[in-house]
């Protein structure tokens, strides 16, 4: 009795050993099972777009600089002293507006003496002409010689000559108190002064005159660039194969944007084109002709041009945020029917209205990752939101501002 007594202590020990065990093994179980259980990821949500189609035309730039329509120097044609000034420095002038003032009362005295002149030498006309025609009532009766007349008939062309020739100064002296006023010989904007009043204004025709101002056309506005050999002769063949790109003038319809503009918003026309080809750089000069009624183009600006390159032809665009770069290659990621990603290279086109063209790799009904591209790898399985190309390019535009 007392050793079976003292065995069911033992067994009770062990029996609750094994059960505290299994206890044990049956907690670190559900552990895991939880732990697996949370560890299980989600799909990421991506937006994704089908491409836009649109018409567009491939076209070529060029970086290039304004110039002016016309330039002038404003030089005086008389030599004086410069009296007065009657415009500010950098303003708007209008044809005709007067510029400039040279002291006139030298030119004054002039004028006066010429005229005076020419009443002279009209008064030795008139008494030319009456001493003539006496001579001719007397050489009937022989009371005269015929040298005498000849005499008289000379003087009188020597005194219509002297007439020609003072009016003649009477005209220039007029002119030269006229060239005293400097006026503006065409509309744009002027210069800064060269001069001061008081200081001596060297006039003439000659290349010693004194520079008194400029003036630079502003509205139209020339802009010139220069294209190489084989860029002239594609659009050369393009004029031939596509009249549809030009005007009803025939010149070509260009576009421009400013250094510190995203898109090209100022629309002109080709206007010019060298006749011959630069034989040390291979390119030829091209210009265009744009309104600028505002006075925001200046001679000088730097700009780019876009020239159409080809015929209007349909095209695939995205947002430029869905084009990722591997090494050399660029590439998107497409989602196919079963949400799983895949890698499509394609090929880059220009910018058009805030998209990009795809020139080859993708398709139509391609739905093509343009948000989240950076939560995604090729072979991934995701959960994707429909957008569209558009929308998702202005997001993107505002998130990088």
Same mark, same amino acid.
Not at 49 to 77: C, H, L, N, S, W
Not at 380 to 392: D, I, L, N, R
């Given at each position: ?52 189609? /649109? ?38 002038? /209008? ?103 008081? *200081? ?61 503009? /995203? ?80 890698? /499509? ?25 343009? *948000? ?30």
């Amino acid at each position: 009795m007392t050793s079976r007594m003292h065995s069911l202590p033992r067994l009770s020990r062990g029996a609750a050993l094994v059960a505290l065990l299994g206890i044990g093994f049956g907690l670190a179980g559900c552990g895991q099972g939880n732990s697996k259980t949370a560890a299980a990821p989600q799909p990421p949500q991506v937006t994704v777009a089908r491409p836009v189609m /649109k018409t567009v035309v491939d076209q070529d730039e060029y970086v290039g600089r304004f110039v002016a329509v016309d330039a002038i120097e404003v030089r005086a044609r008389v030599s004086g002293y410069l009296d007065s000034v009657h415009f500010k420095d950098g303003q708007m002038v /209008k044809k005709g507006d007067l510029l400039f003032t040279i002291d006139r009362r030298p030119f004054q005295n002039a004028l006066d003496q010429s005229r005076a002149s020419l009443e002279q030498a009209r008064a030795n006309l008139a008494y030319a002409e009456a001493d003539l025609a006496r001579a001719q009532n007397l050489i009937g009766g022989r009371v005269i010689s015929e040298q005498t007349l000849e005499q008289r008939t000379q003087a009188k062309r020597v005194a219509e000559a002297n007439v020609s020739a003072q009016e003649a100064a009477l005209r220039q002296a007029a002119l030269d108190l006229e060239f005293t006023e400097l006026r503006a010989p065409l509309a744009g904007r002027i210069g800064d002064r060269r001069v001061s009043p008081g *200081n001596l204004v060297t006039g003439g025709t000659t290349g010693t005159t004194t520079l008194l101002a400029t003036i630079q056309s502003t509205d139209p506005m020339r802009f010139e660039f220069t294209l190489d050999e084989a860029s002239y002769l594609r659009y050369l063949r393009l004029a031939k194969t596509a009249p549809d790109l030009a005007n009803d003038g025939g010149q070509m319809p260009v576009k421009l944007k400013l250094l510190d503009e /995203k898109t090209f918003t100022h629309a002109g026309r080709m206007d010019f084109v060298d006749n011959a080809i630069d034989r040390s750089t291979g390119t030829i000069r091209g210009r265009a002709v744009l309104a600028n009624p505002d006075g925001t183009f200046t001679p000088g600006m730097f700009a780019r041009i876009q020239v159409a390159a080809g015929p209007a032809e349909e095209a695939l665009l995205l947002p430029d945020v869905a084009v990722g770069t591997e090494q050399v290659r660029k590439y998107v990621l497409v989602v196919d029917e079963e949400d799983v990603t895949r890698t /499509k290279y394609v090929t880059l086109g220009p910018m058009v209205d805030g998209l990009r063209v795809i020139a080859s790799g993708i398709g139509a009904e391609d739905r093509v990752i343009v *948000n989240g591209l950076m939560r995604t790898r090729p072979g991934m399985k995701v959960a994707p939101q429909m957008s569209t190309a558009a929308a998702s390019a202005a997001a993107g535009g505002a998130r990088s501002n």
